[in-house]
């Protein structure tokens, strides 16, 4: 059993288009989150969520909109996609209070 | 502001030798502090962590980490490495109170046989 799945694992597009990324947990966990990893590897958090309400919002240009319908779920949608955009973009879940994270296998997305 | 140091970009070590990846950080109080694994294509997988209390801590697969506060390090060690341990390994600081970890910029460990 997957703890934290993310689809899509590969996502091509082009350039203006707007896309999703889906992530599901199964642990039971009350906080979810969104990494980005770039091309040297540098993880960056995103966005988290706590029970479906948004806790951190890192500087983060509001083409990218995460939706929490309830808290076992949070999907990252992305607007008019940049080529910058190309990274690979991991799920996680841990409870309150900085314990474990459990990671998705990542999303690498890449924008032509 | 927080902020995590990995000196070492890439490292290369024969299978049976002993492994130490560095760790830097920058946190005004004492932080919690974690070691991460991430193998080809995969997500990051915990291997130890920090929060308070001794200061060496124990991880999976034969893996230790020690806290040393005067030094703002948490160095990751191994005693024999197995070529299965061939990842990139990432340290992170948290703040206490958030939900917010800080990633360094990663180790990359090449194993020979």
């Known amino acids: 059993d997957t703890a934290v799945s993310q689809t899509p694992k590969y996502l091509v597009t082009q350039m203006g288009n707007d896309k999703s990324i889906k992530c599901e947990q199964n642990l039971g966990h009350d906080t979810m989150y969104w990494y980005k990893q770039d091309s040297k590897k540098f993880l960056k958090i995103m966005f988290s969520?706590?029970?479906?309400?948004?806790?951190i919002n890192e500087t983060v240009p509001n083409r990218f909109s995460p939706k929490s319908p309830d808290k076992a779920h949070l999907n990252l949608h992305i607007n008019s996609l940049e080529l910058g955009d190309s990274a690979v973009y991991f799920c996680a879940s841990s409870n309150r209070g900085n314990e474990k994270l459990f990671f998705g296998s990542g999303t690498q997305l890449s924008v032509l | 502001a927080q902020s995590v140091t990995q000196p070492d970009i890439h490292i290369t070590v024969s299978e049976g030798a002993s492994l130490e990846l560095r760790c830097n950080y920058s946190?005004?109080?004492?932080?919690?502090l974690f070691w991460y694994v991430q193998s080809p294509g995969q997500g990051l997988q915990l291997l130890l962590k920090y929060f308070s209390g001794d200061t060496l801590v124990q991880g999976i697969k034969g893996f230790e980490a020690e806290f040393k506060r005067s030094q703002s390090s948490f160095n990751l060690r191994k005693p024999s490495v197995h070529w299965s341990d061939a990842a990139e390994y990432f340290c992170a600081v948290g703040q206490r109170g958030t939900d917010k970890l800080i990633f360094g910029t990663g180790t990359r460990l090449q194993v020979f046989p």
């Open positions: 946190y005004g109080a004492t932080p919690y």
């Open positions: 969520y706590n029970n479906k309400e948004l806790i």
